[in-house]
């Protein structure tokens, strides 16, 4: 809807636009009066409540303790929480999320344990001159640890440590905890070069993989595939996976889990709100009148329509503030940009919908602007400016004085532009350029540098003031003119009001005691709520699919006295959510469900192997080929280092047996990973001896070395007795 000034008519409409926060604001009023009524009252029960607590816990056993400020034991060393904490809040300040620095850190804190126990039992130490050595190599290239021949001066970084230990504490401290780095950056490197030494591949080693590359054997064989039978002959009961899993316990175990499900409850607008709101926009449009208690008469104050003070109106009554700038269409949103460009100045469009806001936008001028210039600049800087160094030494007075007189000089003689950049400009971007900037569009400069390049005419020059400094400009070029407009927007958040957020705490609240007494699902299903699962919930797990990061449920569902079935409500941003603890798996093998899909293949392809070798009749390859109607193939030039059947693919198993028979005998079955084979050696062919193997040996190494370090710190892990408790904390 588009509204003039002259278009509208007053209608006494009530301002009605609920907030949020209301519902917080009389919560609380209620709370203060009824405790200033029954003050002496609350005082006793909350102090009776305090010393019932305290009492239980210690009858209970459970005081503080020692184990309250460990967060983790490994190898019998504890790691405290309170440095723990300290060191995740340390992380956190480069903005991240918790858990995922809380992750962080405790895989530091484990790998510098278990590093830590095997210096010690290696015995392994440095002496100050390493760690001197490292820190020298550290910061050699600062430049505020160098003599003036830019030289590492071990002197000055005496002098500044010293400096640090008599003035400043807390540096020092840090000091001390980078000499701790280095120390222990120094045993890792240490530690890591012995395990490396331990490892280097021998000239055996890089023969044998010559062999394994270089060696080529020809082989007739048949093969009966697993194809070959149903999978429907071959069932496989829960039983026998449950014993596959037990007889393979590491394959399978898997970490505590949770199973919940949620029904949600979203403090949404009603129908209702969204008129109310957009009759509290309408109600913005209207003159109103109030009364001056200083002037004792009534003040008639102009609506949006009407106002001539824009920028105030809009600061005053909308949620995002004014914004001062031409805009050009593609720069507006879809609700508005088509409609806008036809509209008179002083015209308003809307109430309209964008998002979950009502917005009202009043046309205030337009204009055709460029949209690019190509403009040159010297940017004179002064103290305090965004642009100002350590050689700045004019104030913003002297400044102004120097940036007005070069622009003179340059009225006069344009020419000496380019030399002026070279010796007063301050931006460093440009003065390659001669101070040049190509063709920006309109919102790529800071507003006064924006408004002087795009609002002026070609050949324009003068002194613009920014952030930055004095700006001494000339417009070199404008081109494709296009029509655009200045507008005002009042945005406000379409809010549920007061009735509606009590309506749906009622809903929640009655959902949660029915669900209590009932069945969860059915009494959603009679409710018609949609009921949510979450499934295989780890116990530091914090992002729940559908309710977002909430470490409150997860902690819930793991606590002890939570017992299946148990319903609560839980606070979101913008709601509720009721939820129900479904199942609770301890640190056990995986389910007979969970492993089904990884056994099932394996079991299956061991029974068909078997039925095939009992349907097998005949020995030599040719009577197995006609008793199971297949053929006998060849296949020649296949290495170890590439166990590939053409036609067939990957058969390490099959091949391994090849290489290890001799030519001219015939293998027994060989279960494969596609079907059942038995073969012939027809020729191997070895690979010529070298006179040295190191290329090959090296080629060990290459593989091998990137993937020490993760795979002895996994190792460690894997042998380590680790008690983690830091679910209990975060």
Do not use: C
Not at 203 to 216: I, L, P, R, T, V
């Amino acid at each position: 809807m588009v509204i003039s000034p002259t278009d509208y008519r007053t209608k006494p409409i009530k301002l009605n636009f609920p907030l949020k926060r209301k519902k917080n604001i009389l919560l609380r009023m209620a709370i203060l009066n009824s405790i200033r009524k029954r003050g002496i009252f609350l005082i006793i029960i909350i102090a009776m409540a305090l010393f019932a607590f305290v009492l239980g816990d210690i009858l209970k056993g459970n005081g503080p303790s020692s184990g309250d400020e460990t967060i983790a034991t490994i190898n019998g060393i504890d790691i405290s929480r309170l440095d723990f904490a300290k060191k995740v809040e340390t992380a956190q300040r480069r903005g991240a999320n918790t858990m995922q620095v809380m992750k962080n850190v405790w895989n530091q804190e484990v790998r510098r344990v278990l590093l830590k126990q095997q210096y010690e039992n290696l015995g392994l130490k440095i002496d100050k001159e390493q760690i001197n050595q490292a820190i020298r190599e550290a910061l050699s290239n600062n430049p505020n640890f160098q003599n003036e021949a830019g030289i590492f001066d071990e002197g000055i970084l005496q002098e500044y440590v010293a400096n640090l230990k008599a003035t400043n504490p807390q540096a020092y401290q840090q000091w001390l905890d980078f000499e701790n780095n280095i120390a222990n950056n120094v045993l890792e490197k240490e530690y890591f070069n012995l395990v490396k030494g331990g490892l280097i591949t021998t000239m055996a080693e890089g023969e044998q993989e010559y062999h394994f590359q270089n060696d080529k054997i020809d082989i007739q064989y048949v093969q009966v595939p697993y194809s070959k039978i149903p999978d429907e002959e071959v069932p496989v009961s829960d039983k026998e996976i449950e014993q596959y899993v037990k007889a393979h316990p590491k394959e399978f175990e898997v970490a505590p889990q949770v199973d919940i499900q949620f029904v949600q409850f979203t403090e949404n607008p009603s129908p209702q709100d969204v008129d109310d709101a957009r009759e509290a926009m309408l109600e913005l449009l209207k003159d109103k009148v109030e009364y001056n208690s200083v002037t004792k008469s009534n003040d008639t104050i102009l609506g949006f329509l009407k106002t001539k003070d824009v920028e105030n109106f809009v600061n005053t009554n909308s949620e995002r503030p004014f914004t001062d700038r031409w805009w050009f269409k593609n720069d507006l949103s879809d609700a508005i940009k088509d409609t806008i460009f036809k509209m008179n100045v002083s015209q308003v469009y809307g109430p309209y919908k964008v998002d979950e806001t009502y917005n009202l936008t009043k046309l205030i001028a337009t204009r055709k602007l460029p949209d690019s210039v190509k403009a040159r600049h010297i940017l004179v800087p002064f103290i305090g400016s965004g642009s100002a160094d350590e050689t700045t030494k004019q104030t913003e007075e002297q400044a102004k004085k120097t940036a007005d007189s070069l622009l003179a000089v340059l009225k006069r003689d344009k020419s000496k532009f380019p030399e002026f950049v070279k010796k007063y400009s301050a931006d460093k971007g440009s003065l390659d350029k001669d101070g040049v900037y190509d063709w920006f569009p309109y919102r790529a400069m800071v507003a006064p540098f924006r408004d002087f390049a795009f609002e002026g005419k070609t050949g324009g020059m003068g002194v613009v003031k920014t952030q930055f400094g004095f700006h001494i400009m000339e417009i070199l070029g404008q081109k494709n003119l296009q029509d655009v407009v200045k507008i005002a927007t009042i945005s406000k958040t379409i809010e549920p009001s007061e009735k509606t957020l009590n309506e749906i705490f009622s809903k929640s609240a009655n959902f949660e005691v029915d669900s209590r007494k009932g069945d969860f699902n059915e009494v959603a299903k009679q409710n018609d709520f949609d009921v949510k699962p979450v499934n295989k919930i780890g116990e530091l797990d914090a992002n729940l699919p559908g309710i977002g990061e909430n470490r409150s449920i997860v902690t819930w569902a793991f606590k002890e006295d939570s017992k299946i079935g148990d319903v609560k409500r839980f606070n979101l941003p913008n709601g509720y959510a009721i939820v129900q603890l479904t199942r609770r798996n301890p640190k056990a093998l995986q389910s007979v469900a969970q492993a089904s899909t990884i056994v099932t293949p394996i079991l299956r392809k061991e029974k068909k192997a078997k039925k095939i070798r009992e349907s097998i009749s005949g020995t030599t390859l040719q009577e197995i080929a006609t008793n199971q109607g297949v053929t006998v193939k060849t296949a020649n030039a296949i290495t170890m280092a590439s166990p590939n059947i053409p036609g067939i693919g990957m058969e390490p198993k099959v091949i391994g047996t090849a290489f290890g028979t001799k030519v001219g005998e015939t293998t027994d079955l060989i279960d494969g990973n596609t079907g059942v084979f038995k073969l012939k050696v027809l020729k191997i062919t070895e690979a010529p001896k070298l006179e040295n193997y190191a290329s090959f040996a090296g080629q060990l190494n290459t593989a091998i070395l990137p993937r020490i370090q993760n795979d002895v710190i996994n190792a460690l892990k894997k042998a380590a007795d680790i008690e983690d408790n830091r679910a209990e904390f975060y």
